[in-house]
């Protein structure tokens, strides 16, 4: 996977938070300007992030329409347990979607390995990969 690497060490501070991280909260938006919040698991390269969701999800259109998240380390329920930061979210397609899925595969072999691939089969839909980037402290 290429990836565009920054060399503030700010940014790689931020991602490190992020690096044993199970699963993070996403914080979308909407069009009326509420968030919604989102616990998905998280896997990290480099100064990047990346996470999967089904396309038909409901945070697929709401990062068609805002690119820009509020992500925060969280339990698997989705309660925050650290600091937010802001960042913003790229679709990743070809390639950059197969590494991604790689990526998460690999941290999470149960989830990504198992119970994801049975998840879209159930529900007759595909998965879509998404890379976080440009992290900075929210405003």
């Known amino acids: 996977m290429m990836l ?10 931020m991602v490190a938070r992020l690096v044993d991280q199970w699963a993070i909260l996403l914080k979308t938006a909407k069009r009326d300007g509420s968030w919604v919040g989102t616990p998905v698991n998280v896997a990290v390269e480099a100064d990047r992030a990346y996470f999967g969701t089904p396309v038909n999800a409901g945070k697929v259109k709401r990062l068609r329409n805002f690119p820009k998240v509020e992500i925060a380390p969280c339990t698997i329920r989705g309660r925050p347990t650290g600091p937010s ?12 979607a197969e590494a991604a899925a790689r990526l998460l595969r690999t941290k999470y072999r149960v989830v990504y390995g198992l119970v994801v691939p049975l998840e879209l089969r159930i ?17």
Request: glycine share 6%; net charge negative; aromatic share 8%.
């Open 85 to 96: 930061l802001a960042a913003r979210a790229r679709l990743l397609d070809g390639e950059e």
């Open 4 to 13: 565009a690497t920054k060399s503030a060490d700010t940014t790689d501070h």
């Open 123 to 139: 529900k007759r839909t595909r998965g879509v990969y998404y890379e976080l980037a440009e992290f900075a402290e929210p405003s």
